[in-house]
């Protein structure tokens, strides 16, 4: 009940949001950013669940680090991705948004060295018409004078936000519908796959380009469109896994001794199919982080928030300088001469791609209770 709950309130404030147009929510007297918001029951509603099922099978926790710990490669990826994924959350509310500083713009990072011409000032001692990068900003700065690390920690924390609540919101969808279909069977069973057609054969991507039209653009909306359109593939998966489950020998034995429908669901087929909706649930993860980095790029999302794609976008085309300048006399410059614009960005979401996409593949061999 308390589940249900939570993503009720989630999906309502997404979807209070998308109607008024507005990027913000009341609660308790404070003015509230609604993908904080929206991100918060995500959290939370993840925690619930995480908690119920280590009060019930704290066993399993230790298993899990046993197995994990035996393979290097995967322990290596789940660290990566949590400090990623720890650091981005709390970035914000440890350090403010970086200011816009149009002398410090394009520094060069530590390791690299640009034409003093190609920049407003230089922030470190020149040496031969040479502009080399400076402690004061290891990874160099942004077009905006913004240092590298904060800016793209900033962006990364929109871009966890988007996939992390769709993703729980789809998850949730397509394992409730995926369940109900495989285990009652019947006309329930046709129905609702005769709808997990149907939706799939709307590309949640395209969906969201078309509500802009009607709606404004807006984070909450993307995440209603991918969270709410993207979990047929789930519901399917689920449901093959319990019509092979509702015939176990156990599951039948439970069947005979008198559980009901509802305790069999709980106790012996969800735990059997974890490992499975996990790994289907990540591959979800990075293909949303893809869609809002994709999305952001060609300017269809707010461009006032910090994202990887928005980075991206400022980093190819723009011009360096103050932005409030008249372009005509703001400095240009092409990308290419100041590759950290794009690469430190880039490689980040990309590294954290490969490393979901590994971990998505191991997930089921980790939580495999036949092992």
Known sequence: MLTAAILFVLVASGVHSARTGSDTLTIIGNEIEIIDWMYALAVLFVGVLVIARLRSAPALVIQLFKRARGQLLVAINILYVLVLLVAASITPYIISEPEIQPLRAVQPPVWSSVPETALPICQATVSEGVCPGTMSAPFGTNALGQGMIKSTLLSLNTTFQVAVTASVIAATLGITVGVI?????????????????????????????????????????????????????????????????????????????????????????????????????????????????????????????????????????????????????????????FPWLVYLPGGVLGSLLLAVSLLSDTIEDLLDPRE
């Open 181 to 337: 279909a495989g285990y009652y069977r019947g006309r329930v069973d046709e129905f609702l796959m005769r709808y997990v057609d149907i939706q799939r054969a709307l590309p949640a991507f395209f969906v969201y380009i078309l509500l802009i039209l009607i709606f404004s653009r807006s984070y909450a909306l993307m995440i209603l469109v991918f969270g709410l359109i993207s979990w047929g593939g789930i519901a399917r998966l689920v449901r093959s896994e319990v019509m092979q489950l509702r015939t176990a020998p156990y599951v039948r034995a439970a069947r005979l001794s008198g559980a009901n429908s509802a305790l069999i669901i709980r106790r012996h087929i969800l735990p059997a199919i974890t490992g499975t909706v996990l790994t289907a649930v990540a591959m979800l993860f990075a293909k949303f982080m893809i869609y809002e980095a994709a999305l952001s790029f060609l300017s269809l999302t707010d461009s006032s928030v910090a994202s990887i794609g928005n980075d991206i976008t400022t980093a190819i085309g723009r011009e360096a300088g103050d932005p409030t300048l008249d372009p005509g006399r703001s400095p240009k410059f092409s990308w290419t001469k």
